[in-house]
């Protein structure tokens, strides 16, 4: 059984070799800073372009946390040139498919094209880099929205809410204590000025990388950045302070405590990410633990605490590779009936025990072998994807080629590592728990009437 | 880091995506409940746009098409560039096939890999993930289907359909397995009572569709799941779950004899059963009704609509270009511009049209905070009374057309897309050329013709307005 399944693995790896040599990332710099990548995909004739900036939540002071999602929002309120609307109107009338998002570590703008319309995003997008109005009844109606928007996303949903509070209690200095939305006082409390600051200081081409990737040529795709975003003036960047995370002295736990249906378990043990880890090979041997415990319907926690012992409806792991800062190793689990969160607790503290005492074995780590290599073949199929990837490593300082050292670095990982990341950190002193615990929802009524 | 492209996200319909879509999370098995992962914490500015990349849609690729020695229909797409392949395997055998009991088609799609032939649930997985196949199952109100996406390299190729066809073949139906799914589907119906989206989509088709089969949510509810028993599960698998009754898709880099072969491979072994009878007509409500449910939400739910449109209405064009000017474009449409450009009521402003066997929803949806609700619905109302009285200007209409023709190329320029596509196309036997043919009904929709059909179709005098919410003064702190 090993053998074949080995052989399984080894039979992708020359596929995956194959194809790699079609997806060669080309790069070009501006002479203002600002870094351009383009990867070619010629099996549809359309292209994404997207905007990174190296500016997010974990970039914000208190008092304004959430204010880069707020500025994302805002980015589509006009500018000198366009009108309040008209950049999403002149995206729509070309065909064009557009949105942002805001994370931790980045904010980021897409469109999706057909590949010759390429130059009808880069002017809009050169335009709003340096040249945005800020006007505040704009940002009175947007505050409403992005109240809305957190409503939906955090303010009625239990267990967003609790994931919330435990962040906020997990960390004690990291600014990954802060929701991306931000805090329901800050978002309030944002004025003009918060804003045009933020802008000022983050939204330059020095800060920017531009990504694309579809059916275009690189060279050709330089020229445009040239004649777009060349002209556009750098600025001075005030360099970010670090606000490493202090050490953690012990377990912290906490309940929440919400109306709600079901209880629910998160645990977060402190990890280093790629970027923070002293050694590579241990922000690897974390993603591959990750991978043990929860990469698919046969990795441990599904098989072993859905299925065989029953005592979770649902279970998952977590691990975030890719963070600029350092991070959690998670895991979040609901309860079967009649069983609760403290009986999933230690159920999940003996994985992790057994992972600290015995080696995974072979064929195990195979299986979780076979399918990094395997997505990597899957994610080619989508140009949204790899551009995602590209840009978010650049953006995050990891650097791009950091991706196609991907699947060779997973590879590279062996038992002993995956021991010995589990015994170095997912130990007690490091762990953050927190308990949702349901407090009854209030009778439904219901109203009938005729309109 | 981990952030999975919602294409993923097996939904039915639009307006839930548009939702649940947030969450960016990504949900294994097409399982409406899997209960969701801790995520990449991404704020979109607007999530509905994303609702895009998984919108099957048409698509201009040569579609070949045939027929199994059993009577199973085969669709097939060759593409190249990637060594891999998306193969789906369709039932019409959805949740409007429960009869009485809601949440059997959802159930028993759900044990299929849990155990078959030889295998155990672990055993079942394994073999999937050793070779870096992915399998899912789920259903939605019309059909049943697994999904395979795999590798085209042989033996990785075989393996995987060696195990998708002993589990289309001779899943298990343990007891064990089934009480423990059934469990779980339990606590996910229990869950969706603390989601005021849930709650509001339920009491929608509810109002929509009464005792019609497309009425009832498709996980069920907790006290038909609770009723259900295997056996209930094993005759609904032995009849529906036939020959005759199946579809195949296979898209991807596999010849068209590969294709036959796996075709055969994966259906051949099923006895050839009978096709069910045709889901009955829709009727339409009555009339206008509103219902409010009352929850502890700082939001209220809002949904409005009535039944809408099926797939060979040959209205359907007029309906969808007229949508997509009142609420069907991601940022650029008259309602999310009346909600939330000029007023901020609202993060998601949208409508839709879901088009399925029969008539399916249109929905308009929006939530907002509790004491705008009034207001809110007011908008909502007026924007759409206006639309079906004036239809848009030329303008808006040579809009929508660039978008849509502009943007033609984007809705199956993924394999993942493209096999949804064929999907549709194979399930409710749609012209083989329809994705050719596209965009010339596209461009022929006229002002006269979009305001012409709403007037017909769309009739405020039958909406059904479903809000799920706290009242008024318990809003805002």
């Known amino acids: 059984m090993n053998n074949r399944l080995l052989c399984a693995a080894l039979l992708v790896l020359p596929v995956f070799a194959s194809h790699a040599a079609e997806t060669k990332v080309s790069e070009h710099v501006l002479k203002n800073g600002m870094k351009v990548l383009v990867k070619e995909d010629h099996r549809s004739p359309i292209a994404v372009s997207q905007v990174w900036y190296k500016v997010g939540s974990s970039y914000e002071p208190g008092g304004i946390t959430g204010i880069s999602h707020m500025l994302e929002h805002m980015m589509f309120k006009g500018t000198d040139k366009h009108a309040v609307g008209e950049f999403s109107r002149i995206i729509a009338e070309n065909g064009g498919e557009e949105n942002a998002f805001t994370g931790d570590d980045y904010t980021a703008y897409f469109q999706t094209m057909e590949a010759s319309r390429l130059a009808v995003s880069f002017e809009l997008e050169a335009d709003r880099m340096r040249n945005l109005h800020l006007l505040p009844d704009e940002l009175k109606k947007e505050l409403q929205v992005v109240t809305e928007e957190r409503r939906m996303r955090t303010d009625d949903n239990p267990q967003a809410k609790m994931q919330e509070h435990f962040n906020a209690m997990a960390y004690t200095n990291s600014p990954y204590r802060n929701p991306v939305i931000g805090w329901p006082s800050d978002i309030e409390n944002y004025k003009v000025e918060d804003l045009q600051a933020w802008y000022q200081r983050w939204y330059a081409p020095n800060n920017a990388t531009l990504v694309v990737v579809g059916d275009v040529q690189p060279k050709a795709v330089f020229a445009l950045a040239e004649k777009y975003f060349a002209p556009l003036k750098p600025s001075e960047l005030k360099p970010l302070k670090p606000q490493v995370e202090v050490e953690q002295l012990g377990v912290r736990k906490m309940t929440v405590k919400l109306p709600a249906k079901l209880p629910y378990l998160v645990m977060g043990y402190k990890v280093p990410s790629l970027k923070t880890a002293t050694q590579e090979s241990e922000a690897y041997a974390l993603e591959v633990l990750a991978g043990v415990l929860d990469g698919g319907s046969s990795a441990r926690l599904e098989s072993g605490l859905v299925r065989g012992k029953q005592i979770a409806v649902s279970v998952g792991a977590g691990y975030e590779l890719h963070s600029r800062l350092s991070t959690l190793f998670t895991l979040e689990a609901t309860p079967a009936e009649g069983k609760n969160v403290w009986d999933l607790e230690n159920a999940l503290k003996e994985e992790i025990a057994k992972l600290q005492l015995k080696l995974v074995d072979n064929e195990e780590l195979q299986r979780i072998k076979a399918q990094v290599l395997a997505k990597a073949v899957y994610e080619r199929d989508s140009g949204f994807y790899q551009a995602m990837q590209l840009g978010m490593l650049e953006t995050v300082g990891l650097g791009w080629k950091k991706v196609d050292e991907y699947v060779d670095k997973v590879n590279q990982v062996t038992a002993e590592q995956v021991r010995d990341v589990a015994l170095k950190y997912l130990v007690e002193d490091k762990l953050s728990v927190a308990y949702l615990e349901p407090l009854p929802i209030t009778e439904t009524k219901i109203e009938k009437g005729v309109r | 880091m981990r952030i999975h492209l919602l294409s993923f996200i097996l939904k039915k319909h639009k307006f839930r995506l548009s939702r649940q879509a947030a969450q ?100 079942i997985a394994q073999r999937f993930e050793s070779v870096g196949a992915q399998f899912g199952s789920g259903v939605t109100n019309d059909m049943a289907s697994v ?241 079906i009285a004036q239809g848009p200007t030329e303008a808006e209409l040579t809009a929508a057309k660039k978008n849509i023709t502009g943007g033609f190329a984007m809705r199956f320029d993924t394999n993942k897309k493209l096999a949804n596509y064929v999907s549709m196309i194979g399930f409710y036997d749609m012209p083989l050329d329809y994705l050719d043919t596209f965009q010339s009904y596209v461009e022929k929709v006229t002002v006269a013709s979009i305001k012409d059909a709403f007037k017909r179709r769309v009739d405020p005098q039958l909406m059904q307005t479903i809000t799920v919410g706290g009242s008024a003064n318990k809003s805002e702190k």
């Open chain 2, 24 to 123: 960016l999370s990504f949900i294994p098995k097409g399982h409406k409940f899997r209960l969701s992962r801790p995520t990449a914490q991404l704020s979109f500015i607007f999530i509905a746009g994303f609702a895009a990349f998984c919108n099957p849609a048409q698509a201009a690729a040569k579609i070949e098409n045939w027929q199994t020695p059993q009577g199973s229909r085969v669709y097939y797409v060759h593409t190249e560039g990637l060594p891999m392949v998306d193969i789906q395997v369709a039932f019409d055998a959805g949740s409007a096939r429960d009869g009485s009991q809601f949440g059997l088609s959802a159930l028993t799609s759900a044990l299929l890999d849990t155990g078959a032939g030889q295998w155990n649930a672990d055993q």
């Open chain 2, 147 to 387: 999904s395979l996406r795999t590798l085209t390299d042989k033996p990785l190729l075989d393996k995987a359909l060696e195990t998708v066809q002993v589990i289309l073949t001779s899943p298990s139906f343990n007891e064990a397995d089934f009480q423990r799914e059934k469990n779980r589907t339990l606590a996910g119906l229990k869950q969706q009572e603390e989601s005021p989206g849930e709650l509001a989509s339920i009491a929608f088709y509810k109002a929509l569709y009464g005792d019609h089969p497309y009425g009832h949510p498709t996980p069920g509810s907790i006290a038909t799941v609770s009723a259900l028993q295997v056996a209930d599960l094993r005759s609904f698998y032995q009849k529906y779950y036939v020959a005759t009754n199946a579809m195949v898709v296979v898209v991807g880099d596999l010849t068209k004899e590969q294709a036959e072969q796996a075709a055969e491979k994966l259906v051949g072994g099923l006895p050839a059963g009978q096709k069910p009878e045709p889901l009955p007509e829709v009727a339409m409500p009555a009339k206008a009704n509103a219902q409010h449910i009352d929850f502890p939400s700082s939001q209220t739910h809002v949904l409005v609509g009535m039944p809408g449109t099926f797939r060979k209405d040959p209205d359907y064009f007029n309906l969808y270009v007229g949508n997509h000017i009142l609420g069907g474009g991601a940022l650029v449409s008259k309602l999310f511009n009346e909600v939330r450009e000029k007023r901020g009521l609202a993060y998601s402003a949208s409508s839709s049209f879901g088009p399925m066997f029969r008539k399916g929803p249109f929905a308009i949806s929006l939530q907002t905070r509790n004491d705008q609700t009034g207001q809110a619905l007011d908008v909502l109302n007026k924007t759409l009374a206006d639309f």
